[in-house]
């Protein structure tokens, strides 16, 4: 296991100490971590032998990470807004039901999609003859996620920042 590990700012230092088959083995690990990527250096010493190896890894979101019923905020014009969205896969498909407008309403979402750790869907909708095109850029985290919403309302168009929480995983 890990026997003693801290954060430096960004940088991630741990050292392991393990024994197999009576073979004592170390490994010091130096990791800078930004954003989604991680760069690393590991120097490692075992019976006899030792050396390093630098390595680099990337979060990767998948189609799965995103199902469930997520709970959305956001600011507008006429104060605090509240919708929701149940995604749910067919492999690596997604649909999404899209409830808005603090549940006045309900449409499909189009064109959910998972790429480059962000989550992208498009809700259209007619409420009483003003329409609504809502475009979402979201990244999600566990169970929380934050990002833009590009819309354009009867012609006024802008970009405002939304929340959410998932409140049911699928």
């Known amino acids: 296991g890990i ?3 801290k954060m430096d700012g960004n940088t991630l230092i741990m050292s392991m100490k393990m024994e197999r088959d009576g ?3 170390s490994i010091d690990t130096e990791a800078v971590i930004d954003g989604d990527n991680i760069k690393a250096k590991s120097k490692y010493e075992a019976g006899g032998d030792s050396g390093s190896v630098e390595w680099n890894a990337k979060r990767s979101l998948q189609a799965s990470d995103v199902t469930g019923t997520w709970e959305l905020e956001f600011e507008t014009n006429n104060g605090t807004m509240t919708a929701s969205i ?5 492999g690596e498909k ?6 808005g407008f603090d549940g006045q309403f309900k449409t ?3 064109d959910l ?3 480059d750790g962000k989550l992208t869907f498009r809700i259209t909708a007619d409420r ?3 329409v609504l095109t809502a475009d979402y850029v979201v990244v999600p985290r566990g169970d929380s996620l934050k990002g833009k919403i590009k ?4 012609g006024n168009s802008g970009e405002i920042d939304v929340t959410g929480k998932r409140a049911e995983k699928s």
């Open 3 to 5: 026997d003693a590990g």
């Open 23 to 25: 073979v004592k083995a």
């Open 86 to 90: 149940t995604i749910s896969s067919e």
């Open 94 to 99: 997604l649909k999404g039901e899209y409830t």
């Open 108 to 110: 499909e979402a189009k």
């Open 113 to 115: 999609q998972v790429k």
């Open 128 to 130: 009483e003859g003003n």
């Open 151 to 154: 819309y354009d309302y009867n």
